[in-house]
């Protein structure tokens, strides 16, 4: 699995961005990942074969979204409001795995090289 992530850059506070990830080969599980400065990897969210979307943490809902484009093979992370702790490295993961988990996507997924988001204030 080739996994191309772009849609990063810098935004002031309270900007948007779009992030995509490109996979190839066949349909996956896909999330996106993020680690920021001396922080560790943390979950974003991730959209299971199936279509179901689940975030991580109620900071996130209503501010980031999740989906997907099945004929192209890509997932979108559309990021609104930004925060300047919400500045990180983005990674999308792709796995087999029709409704994994967390720790499976950590464990089995395929990783791309992930993209850079800075957020000002």
Do not use: H
């Amino acid at each position: 699995v080739q996994l191309q992530a772009s849609g990063g850059g810098l935004v002031p506070a309270g900007g948007s961005l779009r992030l995509s990830c490109a996979a190839s080969g066949r349909s996956y599980s896909m999330a996106w990942f993020r680690q920021a400065p001396g922080k560790e990897r943390e979950f974003v969210a991730r959209l299971d074969k199936s279509g179901g979307a689940i975030y991580s943490v109620d900071s996130m809902k209503g501010r980031f979204s999740i989906s997907r484009d099945n004929a192209k093979n890509t997932v979108y992370l559309q990021m609104n409001g930004l925060k300047p702790e919400d500045t990180a490295v983005y990674y999308c993961v792709a796995t087999s795995i029709a409704r994994p988990t967390v720790p499976q996507f950590e464990r089995f997924g395929f990783w791309g090289q992930g993209t850079q988001v800075t957020v000002s204030s």
